[in-house]
């Protein structure tokens, strides 16, 4: 089984040096930096901060070099994330409207006794249309890998073996931020959630968020206007019932009650977990453990950000 620390946002306040060094790893490091995008392989300030041995991934730059070789599957995963696009948009819609009602349900001046099961409804119907839009996507994501065999592929096959070669010859996983949606492809793409589950992870941010159940993008005040927590994809659950928040004070109103109560009570029975700089937590055998030298919290179903204990 393995055995996973994930840690608050590095980028301001590095911690994942001295949680490497805590555990007495000695390398070499598997990076998955795919998340970065055309960034990938500027690592030098994270193998300075590791201090050992590192082999990177190379996932995102091989993922370019297998649809320059094999056009007809680069044209089919076109073809995949064109429609997945469109069921977010409907669900995106769809979701707008009940997140309006719900808003509109938790902040009414009425006793709890009255508005209760209307909360209760409101809900219920939050997490029917979650629920719904995931599984289309994944309907959509079987019917690819069905079609498309990307086992069969000799650009996938070849590139699966010589990541898989290159993982299980490392100490420890390091999987940082960046795109989720870019990281969440290679590591399907790659078949590595198997391979995942036996070895020492080290992840945060966007990496976090890849390795459990659910990934939700939140955003309460975006740029753009109003901003709605959205489901966005299956992880790989190899954390299951947790849902991490990272850069939670930045992106969430953690002081409104309302807000706070409507997301825990939506995303249950998962535990909505913020993770800002320094906080962290290790999860083996189900259980979450907080580091030592980290603080964790946690949103209640009762609007509340609580401290969680040891």
Partial sequence: MSRIVILGPQ??????????????????????????????????????????????????????????EDREFFHAHRARQDLLRQVRH???????????????????????ELLE??????????????????????????EFEWSWRPASRPAVARHRRQVAQQLLGGDAVMMAGGHIAVILLRLR????????????????????MALTERVVLFHDTPPQGRGYAEVFEHGLALIPNVVVLPNARRRLRLDDIHRVELM????????????????GFEWYEGEVDILPANGLRELTRDGQVQEVHP
């Fill in 11 to 68: 980028r301001l306040k590095p911690t994942v040096g001295e949680a490497v060094r805590r555990r007495q790893i000695r390398g070499p490091i598997s990076l998955i930096t795919a998340g970065w995008q055309e960034r990938e392989m500027e690592d030098q300030e994270l193998r300075d901060e590791l201090g050992l041995p590192c082999v990177n991934l190379r996932l995102y730059e091989r993922w370019e070099e297998i649809l320059r």
């Fill in 117 to 142: 099961p209307e909360r209760r409804d409101v809900i219920a119907s939050l997490q029917a249309l979650d629920a719904h839009y995931l599984r289309r996507v994944a309907e959509i994501n079987e």
């Fill in 90 to 112: 409907f669900y995106q819609r769809r979701l707008n409207h009940l997140m309006e009602q719900a808003n509109e349900v938790f902040t009414m001046n009425a006793s709890d």
């Fill in 189 to 208: 793409l790659f078949e590595l959630a198997p391979l995942l589950r036996r070895r020492m992870i080290f992840a945060w941010s966007a990496g976090a």
């Fill in 264 to 279: 825990a009570r939506r995303l249950a029975p998962a535990r909505c977990i913020p993770l800002d700089e320094g906080e």
